[in-house]
């Protein structure tokens, strides 16, 4: 069966063909988009295990410079109230995510055009002083010498989605952003020895079925250790809110295909996922290839104000519950919650050295030098 054949092929070969990428990203009929998400299932197993891997996500600031289209945070939402959480209330947040048994961190944010570097870099330190998991970061663009400082400063995860890989797409999407420029960072994080993600937005407008098979050519070229793969949702706020949804069942397939073609990345059921059809289209996706979630550890107040695309909220579980939630929803399909740090299984390098402090780095609170 032809299926069954470009399957194997896909999973084998070491560059797939981008026909055969095609052909699965376009497969139409249940039980043939069955058989993709039960192939893709069976190589998460066989490369990942059975463990869901949990990472607590902090959106603690909702300031944009950017103008990406499709996004409610870009700096055209004049109605959006604007915040910024102070360190105090970041490390907050941490505690209960540390409580909670959880060993990964995620810092996010729009790309603050006030965020202050060297307060970013004393954060990441801070955290790292009391919480021994690992600090992922994922603000946006910024030099070399800015990730460099967060990197030093003991940060060990960037992610950084390429969005797509078509540059005219990309220009058409981000008015006055540089595709190369992005491109670029991806490429100075993975210098710094970043476990870097990408991933991208499927199905948005313009966007082909080769795109998105050029989009894991590169994702599995580039080795990177994690991707994070969701459909496009409409923002009624933007200018592209009256555009169709990307769908979930065309993220799903590539999703799997991502599975498939990079075999150990780790691949979360990401919120735009959720905020579909809630912690349904989560399972679905677990059984099509993925093997993280991440419960999300902004406080309430701030939540609404992180206003990416709507329906988020559906998947807004209480920190105190959340875990709860993810262990039934992994029980149900015979998985189980794992928690340690999933680091990369992309570069076994220094990455694993669990106590790699940042030697670097002096706190200028503690009246040493600035960070060197
Ligand atoms: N639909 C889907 N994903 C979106 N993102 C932003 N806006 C949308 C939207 N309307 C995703 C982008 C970005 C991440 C923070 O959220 O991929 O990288």
Not at 137 to 151: F, K, M, N, P
């Amino acid at each position: 069966m032809q299926l069954q054949r470009v399957l194997n092929r896909v999973y084998s070969e070491k560059r797939p063909r981008i026909e055969d990428l095609e052909f699965l990203l376009s497969l139409k009929t249940p039980d043939k988009r069955d058989a993709l998400f039960d192939f893709a299932d069976r190589v998460r197993e066989t490369h990942m295990g059975r463990g869901i891997l949990l990472r607590g996500i902090v959106e603690f600031s909702n300031h944009c410079r950017n103008t990406c289209r499709y996004c409610g945070l870009n700096r055209f939402q004049d109605g959006l109230e604007r915040f910024r959480m102070t360190r105090d209330e970041v490390l907050a947040c941490v505690r209960n995510i540390d409580e909670a048994g959880i060993k990964t961190v995620v810092l996010q944010s729009g790309e603050d055009p006030e965020c202050d570097s060297g307060w970013l870099a004393e954060l990441v330190f801070d955290i790292k002083e009391h919480f021994s998991g690992a600090v992922t970061l994922s603000v946006g663009e910024w030099t070399a010498e800015e990730y460099d400082l967060w990197r030093r400063a003991g940060a060990d995860r960037y992610l950084l989605k390429i969005e797509t890989t078509n540059p005219k797409l990309y220009r058409d999407l981000h008015p006055g952003m540089d595709h190369n420029f992005r491109l670029a960072c991806l490429e100075t994080l993975a210098s710094l020895d970043y476990q870097t993600g990408s991933g991208s937005i499927v199905g948005i407008k313009g966007q082909s079925v080769r795109d998105l098979a050029k989009d894991i050519l590169y994702f599995s070229e580039s080795e990177f250790s994690m991707l994070g793969i969701g459909p496009f949702i409409p923002h009624s706020g933007t200018d592209m809110g009256r555009e169709l949804p990307g769908g979930m069942d065309l993220a799903l397939k590539m999703l799997a295909v991502a599975r498939i073609v990079t075999k150990n990345t780790h691949l979360p059921a990401t919120t735009a996922l959720g905020s579909q059809s809630g912690s349904s289209a989560w399972k679905a996706a677990l059984k099509a290839g993925a093997n993280v979630i991440m419960p999300n550890f902004t406080p309430a107040p701030y939540r609404r104000g992180y206003d990416i695309y709507p329906g988020r909220d559906r998947v807004a579980e209480s920190p105190k519950s959340c875990v709860a939630v993810v262990e039934s929803m992994a029980r149900s399909i015979r998985r189980t919650v794992d928690f340690c740090r999933g680091d990369s299984l992309k570069m076994n390098k220094r990455v694993f050295q669990a106590d790699a402090g940042p030697f670097y780095f002096r706190k200028k609170s503690q009246g040493g030098d600035t960070i060197v």
